[in-house]
């Protein structure tokens, strides 16, 4: 079977666990050598989508293709898996497991050797080589455990939520090294609850509720077709041209202005009005939306839990 450019494709998809369903006829499909992100509130589905797609669980209905066939034990050598599940040999030292992780994924002793001291002089843990892995912290374990995740250098990096307890400067580290992949052509699936870091990573973007999938779009497309509702303003001159029907309500963001605008309107008549009205207008654009308020558009505030929730505020779970 070819993949036709993809390094995965679920179709139809159905998981029962009982009476309840995890997953519910779930398409998707994520072309090789893009960065995409599976998104959704607690519950959603999409850890069990995860292990259907490492043929840890078994779909009721629907296929799961990765590289063009079934999820074999030899087309997963072509993964790195990091479950959201951390798990480590702690009593091991960190050099002598990070060996025995690359031997397991089919690289000779030396060679595993070599690229374990490399990574992890690269995120700072070469001094704790020969340290157990019990005696680290337990953002360094997860850093031992990333290493462990990558050190074969895979074709497809499968990330369940892979930023989560590590400090802003850890983060952007390993931020760093996922660019790095995706620059070399890896292919990138990631979950995550963080919405700004999904913004800043992925090209595409797969967001679950109630087991099914609600929209799965290319992010910069979608943010764009989505770019309506908010106008940004800020002038010098009277303020009388920003009310009129296009407007439902106008408030104070940050120095200046955003108005909320009515369904259907017309944002160009609010710009003529302000030109006739010889105001000096400084800023003027559609405000883009955020991944977390897209997500509440489309899925409805209670998949979320909470309308009222930050940007950045928490997504994940199953």
């Not at 998707?28 to 050598?33: I, K, L, N």
């Not at 994924?105 to 690229?115: A, T």
């Not at 108005?259 to 302000?274: K, S, T």
Request: hydrophobic residues 40%; glycine residues 12%.
């Amino acid at each position: 079977m070819s993949d036709n450019g993809f390094a995965l494709r679920l179709e139809g998809v159905t998981k029962r666990f009982g009476e309840h369903t995890a997953v519910d006829n779930f398409d998707f499909e994520v072309p090789r050598g893009s960065i995409c992100g599976l998104l959704g509130p607690n519950g959603s589905g999409k850890t069990t989508i995860i292990r259907m797609i490492m043929g840890i669980l078994h779909p009721d209905e629907g296929s799961v293709s990765l590289f063009g066939a079934d999820p074999d034990a030899t087309r997963r050598t072509k993964v790195g898996y990091l479950p959201e599940e951390r798990g480590l040999y702690k009593k091991m030292k960190c050099l002598e497991l990070l060996t025995f992780l690359a031997e397991i994924r089919g690289m000779r002793r030396r060679e595993g050797r070599k690229r374990s001291l490399e990574w992890l002089e690269r995120l700072g843990l070469g001094e704790w080589a020969e340290k157990r892995v019990e005696d680290l912290s337990k953002g360094m374990q997860q850093k031992i455990q990333f290493i462990g995740t990558v050190i074969h250098e895979p074709e497809l990096l499968i990330l369940d939520e892979p930023f989560s307890g590590l400090d802003p400067i850890n983060q952007d580290v390993l931020q760093d090294i996922v660019r790095d992949f995706h620059a070399k052509g890896t292919t990138i699936l990631f979950s995550t609850h963080l919405m700004d870091q999904a913004e800043r990573l992925c090209e595409r973007v797969c967001l679950i509720s109630k087991a099914r999938k609600v929209l799965d779009a290319d992010l910069r497309e979608l943010k764009a077709a989505e770019r309506r509702g908010v106008l940004a303003v800020e002038f010098e001159g009277p303020d009388t041209w920003l009310y009129g029907p296009e407007v439902d309500r106008v408030e104070q963001v940050n120095g200046g202005m955003h108005l909320i605008l009515r369904e259907g309107a017309d944002h160009q008549a609010i710009l003529r009005r302000g030109v006739d009205a010889g105001v000096r207008i400084l800023r003027f654009d559609l405000v883009e939306p955020r991944l977390h308020d897209i997500f509440v558009r489309y899925a409805g505030a209670e998949a979320v839990g909470d309308a009222g929730m930050p940007a950045g505020a928490k997504m994940g779970g199953v």
